[in-house]
């Protein structure tokens, strides 16, 4: 009986994984698809870095731009194409390369921000520090962050709200 067990066990790890890998490939799949504008299997290379970014993965640009030279084809055309994309994208996830920040890390970064402890933070407070501090983002990565975080009456992020949407439960 201990033994049938083991085994059962055993499958029931493989299909977890074959879970995950398919839950993976989907999302690639969708988030390519939304740059994949003309539907050939196939977008534009400075697009890549968005895609990247909205599956939760976040390289520096010099990774990025290694990520980009791995799936280029050997004569560059401008464009990526899907299969060679989610070849990479799959084994970066599966693999867990990028782990995300925990919830925790992400609002200890927000309330360095928030001295006064007030529980949000000025959108152009943000915007100024995400363009001049650190690595800087693309103003088209700013604008995308702040739609989804601002709030449009109050022109703040309250970002424990913020937080627990972005972090998985």
Do not use: W
Not at 89 to 95: G, K, P, V
Not at 151 to 157: A, F, L, Q
Request: proline letters at 4%.
């Amino acid at each position: 009986m201990d033994a049938t067990r083991r085994l059962n066990a055993g499958y029931g790890e493989a299909d977890r994984e074959a879970k995950r890998r398919a839950e993976v490939q989907r999302q690639v799949k969708e988030a390519f698809a939304l740059f994949d504008k003309e539907s050939k299997g196939t977008c534009d290379v400075r697009e890549v870095c968005t895609i990247i970014r909205h599956l939760g993965i976040c390289p520096t640009e010099i990774e990025l731009r290694d990520m980009i030279t791995e799936i280029e084809d050997e004569e560059p055309t401008g464009y990526v194409r899907f299969e060679r994309f989610e070849r990479m994208m799959c084994r970066i996830i599966l693999e867990n390369q990028y782990p995300r920040d925990s919830e925790e890390k992400l609002l200890r970064a927000f309330r360095t921000l928030d001295p006064d402890n007030k529980g949000y933070v000025e959108a152009e407070k943000l915007r100024t520090l995400l363009t001049t501090h650190g690595e800087r983002f693309s103003q088209e990565e700013i604008d995308e962050f702040l739609s989804f975080a601002v709030d449009p009456e109050t022109g703040t992020v309250n970002y424990e709200d913020y937080v627990s949407q972005v972090c998985p439960a």
